[in-house]
C-alpha cells in the first residue's frame, strides 16, 4: 500500500445478514475501539434494512456505514429504490455503485454508473466505483483495455473537495475463492493509477484503489503490501467480525 494514502478496508454484505448479524457489527465497533484503533478507515455495507440500526451502533466509533447501491434520483416516483439522500440519512457515508453484480443482474451500464455516482457526491456521500473484467476478456487478454473503458464511461467529474474511491474487482475471483497472482494484481492497480494520473491530474494520486476479489484472512497481508493497493473491498470474510477484523489488523 502507499504508504501517503490511508487505506480503506470496506466490507459488503451483499444480500445478506438479518437484525441477528447486528451482532458482528458490534464485535468489530468494538475491536476497534479505544487503544485497538486501526490505522485505517474501516466501512461495513450491510443491506438497506440493517443500515439505520448499523449507524446506531457504529455512532461515535471508527466504524463508518454505506449502502450498496443508490438510484440516480434524490426522491420521486422510484418504487423500491433507494436514493443517495435516503441512504445518507441513515448515518450512511459511503456508497457501493457498479459492483460487477448489478452490472450483469441488472444490466447497469457504465452510464448508469456514473450518474448515480453523481447522484451520491452531491448527497454527501462517496462513491465505490467498482470495474473488473470477466473470465472471457481476462482470457483474450483484454482485461486493462475493459477496465479503462470502464473507467472513462463509469467516473463521474468531481468538483472540488469531493473524491471517489475505486474498487478493481476481477469478475472471475469475486465468490470463488480464486484469487488473481500478485503479479496481476500489481499490473492491474498500476494501470488504473497511471490512467488516475493521466485523466486527473494531482487527484489521481490521492484516489484510493481497492481490491475486491476473495480477499480473506489468509491473503490480505500480502495483498495489502502490493504496489498502489490501498485497501480492499470484502465480500464474504466481512460477514463474520473475527475474519474481518483479522483483514483490518492486517492493513
Known amino acids: 500500500m502507499s504508504n501517503t494514502i490511508k487505506p480503506l478496508i470496506a466490507g459488503n454484505w451483499k444480500m445478506n445478514g438479518l437484525r441477528a448479524s447486528l451482532d458482528q457489527i458490534r464485535d468489530v465497533v468494538q475491536a476497534i475501539s479505544g487503544s485497538k484503533t486501526p490505522d485505517c478507515d474501516v466501512l461495513i455495507c450491510p443491506p438497506v434494512t440493517l443500515l439505520a440500526e448499523a449507524g446506531v451502533l457504529s455512532a461515535n466509533s471508527r466504524l463508518a456505514t454505506g449502502g450498496q447501491n443508490c438510484h440516480v434520483a434524490q426522491k420521486g416516483a422510484h418504487t423500491g429504490d433507494i436514493s443517495a439522500t435516503m441512504l445518507a440519512d441513515c448515518g450512511a457515508t459511503f456508497v457501493i455503485v457498479g459492483h460487477s453484480e448489478r452490472r450483469s443482474d441488472h444490466g447497469e451500464t457504465d452510464g448508469l454508473v456514473r450518474a448515480k455516482a453523481r447522484a451520491a457526491l452531491d448527497a454527501g456521500l462517496t462513491p465505490i466505483i467498482c470495474v473488473g473484467e470477466n473470465q472471457a476478456e481476462r482470457m483474450d487478454a483484454l482485461a486493462i483495455t475493459v477496465v479503462e473503458h470502464q473507467l472513462d464511461g463509469s467516473l463521474p467529474e468531481l468538483n472540488k473537495g469531493e473524491e471517489i474511491v475505486i474498487a478493481y474487482e476481477p469478475v472471475w475471483a469475486i465468490g470463488t475463492g480464486e484469487v488473481a497472482a500478485s503479479s496481476d494484481i500489481v499490473r492491474m492497480h498500476s494501470s488504473i493509477r497511471d490512467w488516475l494520473l493521466k485523466k486527473r491530474g494531482l487527484r489521481g494520486e490521492t ?45
Open 207 to 251: 484516489t484510493r484503489i481497492l481490491y475486491g476479489g476473495s480477499m480473506k484472512p489468509g491473503n490480505a497481508g500480502e495483498i495489502l503490501a502490493l504496489p498502489d493497493v490501498n485497501g480492499g473491498l470484502i465480500g464474504g470474510a466481512s460477514l463474520k467480525a473475527d475474519d474481518f477484523v483479522a483483514i483490518i489488523n492486517a492493513a
